[in-house]
């Protein structure tokens, strides 16, 4: 069965720092795969995704995620953080021969000091 | 565009009593999802629709836990008896899969359930 892991469980950082959140899964097959965000209070959103193609995907509001193959991983990157990019984040990915079944990791709590 | 709707958005009930959440999706979207989120974990899927059709309920706990979505549109989960572990926020979400697993998916604000 496949699995997300998310190895930084809450990150502090200051405004302006450089984000890199770390996301590994385990299948060896093809895979689609996301990074979701919910900012307090709200819904789980989409920020980016991969499915094929170039593997540095960009997403919203200035992130974006490199999938490495030979890694599996698919780390969320951001040079310079904002206040209002507090918020949880999700690594999810759908795969095999249930590609419909979206697994997620456990999610990164990002705090950005002010 | 509306989006994904649920409720209620808050449910206290003690254990062994019943307990429903409705969820509509985006318009359009065929697929449905209902996901079980335990705090400090992400959300879990229980079971997926495509269209009025269960493509995937191998996570739901079928003893307590039932689902349905007739027409293929609005879609019930319910638990009877619940029991305090089932303590969770649960997310809905629908997306529009053309191929499976490629396209993104919509959440809903979720249902806190607190089990007494």
């Known amino acids: 069965a496949q699995s997300v892991s998310q190895h930084n469980h809450h990150v502090i950082l200051s405004e302006a720092a450089s984000l890199e959140l770390g996301c590994n899964y385990s299948y060896g097959g093809t895979v689609n795969l996301f990074w979701y965000v919910q900012y307090p209070g709200q819904h789980l959103q989409l920020l980016l995704k991969y499915f094929s193609g170039d593997p540095l995907v960009k997403g919203i509001k200035g992130f974006e995620a490199e999938f490495i193959k030979s890694k599996f991983s698919f780390n969320l990157r951001k040079p310079s953080v904002q206040w209002s990019d507090t918020a949880e984040y999700f690594c999810a990915v759908n795969a095999g021969t249930n590609a419909g079944k979206s697994t997620f990791g456990d999610g990164t709590t990002l705090t950005v000091k002010p | 565009e509306a989006g994904v709707v649920q409720s209620p958005r808050y449910k206290i009930i003690e254990k062994k009593q019943p307990v429903a959440f409705w969820c509509n999706p985006i318009s359009g979207h065929n697929t449905l999802y209902w996901y079980l989120q335990n705090l400090g974990q992400g959300p879990e899927l229980l079971i997926r629709?495509?269209?009025?059709?269960?493509?995937?309920d191998s996570q739901l706990p079928k003893d307590r836990f039932s689902a349905e979505r007739l027409k293929g549109v609005d879609s019930t989960l319910k638990i009877q008896p619940a029991e305090l572990g089932d303590s969770a926020v649960y997310l809905c979400a629908s997306s529009l899969e053309s191929i499976a697993g490629v396209n993104e998916q919509f959440f809903g604000p979720g249902t806190r359930l607190t089990v007494l």
């Open positions: 629709y495509e269209n009025e059709e269960a493509v995937d």
